[in-house]
């Protein structure tokens, strides 16, 4: 009976065991199918909900969807391509070049391909490698439209050609009215123009369509220091830093509104912060010596003065002020000096302005940008100088002056 048992219980199970395994086997092909479709169709929903999320400018949407369909599907060549276009939108240049490469494997259309890497290209203000590609990038915007507008519009303040600026930008507003970006340009451009209560009018419409917009809460706190409204401009100033402590523009913003406001040892302790940070910030050093002259303090004022002035000896304005600190101290010879300078300036200087308010209506005038540049070199700022002498090339680019001064000032031609 013992022997016999095993052995029958033997010819029992096995073809139980054999079905159980192929049933086993049958439900495990069926799960795996099931799995494979529902991953396909999960792929298929990402993708779907990411382009869409795309077109309506939704990037953080967009980007927890590809995140699925990247790992759906994560060699299809679409979802590289839309995280690819996300990268763009966002300024990840890196993760763009690979995405794009990793499409392009895959066998991505080419033309769609080449037009990320054009408006690549117009968003890094790279316009000269992008002017054979304006209007199609136009004709096809879609959503894109803003990144396009914006592109063509810091091209055409570069050559200032105000026109063209302000005709994009009125479409860029009617295209995408809920977008701070038109306004925030438009009080920029105001602002070149010394337009100030318009580049106020500007910067508060950037706001209201997005609180947190940190260039117009920027702009607006200068304009608002041009037109003396230092109390509104200080809540911008304190919003910035609210967001980044270590911000030394802002710091210097803060302490003029309280310098002018009669709050000097609220100032001076902004200040102290931002040469803390930045020892050689020009316009602190220069706040900082005008405070502490107003405060009776002229051996304070000339040692921050002193300091400034030797970065731009080319600045009248910077050489007038530590001329009346030395004056205060008694070194009239040394402050003389420097009010001559500032005396001898002044003609330039006017001229300079003069020629400033009519570049706009002469846009491609090379001579008219050629003086703009010599003066603003020789009177007012040897950086920004360069950057005049830069621009005439966007007209004329074989210019020799230009090419010369860029070469031997500038770096080897590359703007400070």
Known sequence: MTDTLPNSASALTCPVLRKLWRRRALIGAVVASVVSVLALLAGEVAVSRARWLLDQRSHAQARSWLEVADW??????????????????????????????QAQITRWPVHELEREQWLALAQTGQFDALQPHWQDLFLHA???????????????????????????????????????????????????????????????????????????????????????????????WSWLLQHNPGDAAAHVGLAECEFRQGQVAAARAELSTALSMAPNHYEALMLAGQLELADDQPSRAVVHLQTAVGQRPEDAEARYVLGRALRAIGETAAAQEHLDYRQQAQPHLQRLNALMKLLPTQP??????AEIAQLTTQWKSRAEGCRWWQSILDVDPRHQAALQHLAEHCSGGELP
């Open 364 to 369: 491609a005038d090379v001579p008219l940008r």
């Open 72 to 101: 759906c599907s994560p060699r299809r060549g679409e979802v590289h391509f839309l995280r690819a276009r996300l990268a763009r939108r966002e300024e990840r240049y890196d993760d763009l070049r690979q995405h794009l490469s």
């Open 142 to 236: 879609g959503a894109d439209g803003p990144e396009i507008c914006r592109a063509y519009v810091l091209a055409s303040m570069k050559r200032c050609r105000l026109a063209d600026a302000r005709r994009v930008l009125a479409g860029w507003k009617a295209d995408f009215p809920e977008d701070a970006g038109p306004y925030e340009l438009e009080g920029w451009l105001h602002a070149v123009l010394l337009e100030w209560s318009d580049a106020v009018a500007a910067y508060q419409q950037a706001l209201q369509r997005d609180p947190d917009h940190q260039t117009a809460h920027r702009g607006l706190a200068e304009a608002q220091m041009k037109q003396l409204q230092f109390a509104a401009a200080e809540e911008h």
